[in-house]
């Protein structure tokens, strides 16, 4: 198989695993990258929903990219490393033609990593929180688009939270086609509360909507292609290779 292929399946995972819970606050403080590195490998090999089925071989790619981690004098260079950004920048440079996401068994995570994600391929607000006790609150995508090429979404009915955000804002708006089974309709808005003795209580404030449009909560995000999950990714590459071809920017 191609370095470029390699490449675009690392990234993939990346890209999916980015909207994971963050990793404990001692871990992420600290200068040590072989073992941050370790614990976003681990994740994806643990609970990514089909390593054996991938076309690379995942321990070959701990070793391909680790050493670089462990190399990395400051954090801007680890992240260099092993963000799903600079990852799409290196490929669309190698003469990739499309992408394709794989969100199949996403659990979500954080709001502010799903604005990133979708940063990497649109812009504007795409958004809202809507909650009892205030007004709508809008989100942005975070960044400048480090991609225009065709986008491919797969999607299953284990997606929830900021998963489901990213997969319904990005139909929505016009900048991918979703592959595969409806998602499982969680999108509550989780959010911290500081208790007098250090403590907090994470509630669920909200449920996250698309900006003019109801909230995926109850429903969930309905695939433009509806396919078994078990064949998004066939379905969505053979969609891709048939469109005529694009620029990237």
Known sequence: MRAA????????????LALLACAPAALAASPDYGARFDVAWNLVAQRYWDVGGL????????????????AA???????????ARSAVTVLQAA???????????????????????AGVFTRG????????????????????????????VL??????????????????????????????GNVEAVLPFCLADGS???????VLAPIGGPTWEGRGVVPDVAVPPADALDVAVRRLRARPAATGR
């Open 5 to 16: 292929e390699r490449r675009l399946a690392a990234a993939l995972l990346a890209v999916s």
């Open 55 to 70: 076309k690379v071989d995942w321990r070959q790619m701990r070793d391909e990219y680790r050493p670089q981690a462990v």
């Open 73 to 83: 004098v400051d954090d801007a260079a680890y992240y260099a490393v092993v963000e």
């Open 95 to 117: 003469g990739a033609r499309a992408f394709v996401l794989d969100l199949r068994g996403n659990p979500g995570g954080r709001l502010v990593t799903m604005m990133q994600v």
């Open 125 to 152: 607000f795409l958004w809202r929180v809507v909650t009892r006790w205030a007004l709508p609150l809008p989100y942005p995508a975070i960044g400048p688009a480090a991609t225009h090429l065709p986008l491919a």
């Open 155 to 184: 999607v299953d009915g284990h997606v929830n939270s900021a998963a489901e955000g990213l997969a319904g804002a990005l139909q929505l708006h016009g900048r991918a086609t979703l592959v595969g089974a409806t998602t499982a």
């Open 200 to 206: 907090q209580a994470w509630i669920a404030t909200g």
